[in-house]
């Protein structure tokens, strides 16, 4: 384990993990709430609206992430 290698610095390392563990979190709830707007029978009556259907993946991404947290 990294923990008890003597070069590597505790804090640091266990910071580094809960950021990558809370990214992949927000990322899976991101996707999944954007999962759920897209198959609605009608998206544009969802959180995305008409104007984000029209924008571009990045956009949308971002956006099903702010909405996700």
């Given at each position: 384990?990294?923990e008890?290698?003597?070069?590597?610095?505790?804090?640091?390392?266990?910071c580094?993990?809960l950021?990558?563990v809370t990214?992949f979190a927000?990322?899976?709830?991101g996707?999944f709430?954007?999962?759920?707007?897209?198959?609605?029978?009608?998206p544009?009556?969802?959180?995305m609206?008409?104007a984000?259907?029209?924008d571009g993946?990045g956009?949308?991404?971002v956006?099903?992430?702010?909405?996700?947290?």
């Amino acid at each position: 384990r990294l923990e008890k290698d003597r070069n590597y610095n505790y804090f640091v390392l266990r910071c580094a993990k809960l950021l990558c563990v809370t990214v992949f979190a927000v990322h899976c709830a991101g996707c999944f709430y954007y999962l759920l707007a897209a198959r609605n029978h009608d998206p544009a009556e969802t959180w995305m609206g008409k104007a984000i259907l029209q924008d571009g993946l990045g956009i949308r991404y971002v956006t099903s992430l702010y909405w996700s947290i």
